[in-house]
Nanobody, 124 residues
Framework: QVQLVESGGGLVQAGGSLRLSCAAS????????MGWFRQAPGKEREFVAL????????DYADSVKGRFTISRDNAKITVYLQMNNLKPEDTAVYYC?????????????????WGQGTQVTVSA
């Protein structure tokens, strides 16, 4: 069992930065690939970034490449999403999720644990 709690969302102007955190509980965190997804009003949930269990592999949606960075600290059982040069189109609820070993996937349907989400709003 894994429980996930996101924090760090808020309101920021375009061009600004935010750092999201996802604190996990459960003994299997370090064995799981972790992902960030987002959902804007009226849109489907979409993949943002993932990081493999060791941190050796990361993957990003094309829309955030070069602006967002995912990282993890297995000792602190926390995963982060550093978001720079934010744009109004980044406005969404951001979710942290965990997928069972050995999957490394951008498919939200494969992720079996989800946080409650944190709101990110970027003003023009």
């Amino acid at each position: 069992q894994v429980q996930l709690v996101e924090s760090g969302g808020g309101l920021v102007q375009a061009g600004g930065s935010l750092r999201l955190s996802c604190a996990a509980s459960g003994r299997t965190f370090s064995s799981r690939t972790m992902g960030w997804f987002r959902q804007a009003p009226g849109k489907e949930r979409e993949f943002v970034a993932l990081i493999s269990r060791s941190g050796g592999r990361t993957d990003y949606a094309d829309s955030v490449k070069g602006r967002f960075t995912i990282s993890r600290d297995n000792a602190k059982i926390t995963v982060y999403l550093q978001m720079n040069n934010l744009k109004p189109e980044d406005t969404a609820v951001y979710y942290c999720a965990a997928v069972r070993y050995p999957l490394v996937t951008t498919d939200a349907n494969e992720y079996d644990y989800w946080g409650q989400g944190t709101q990110v709003t970027v003003s023009a």
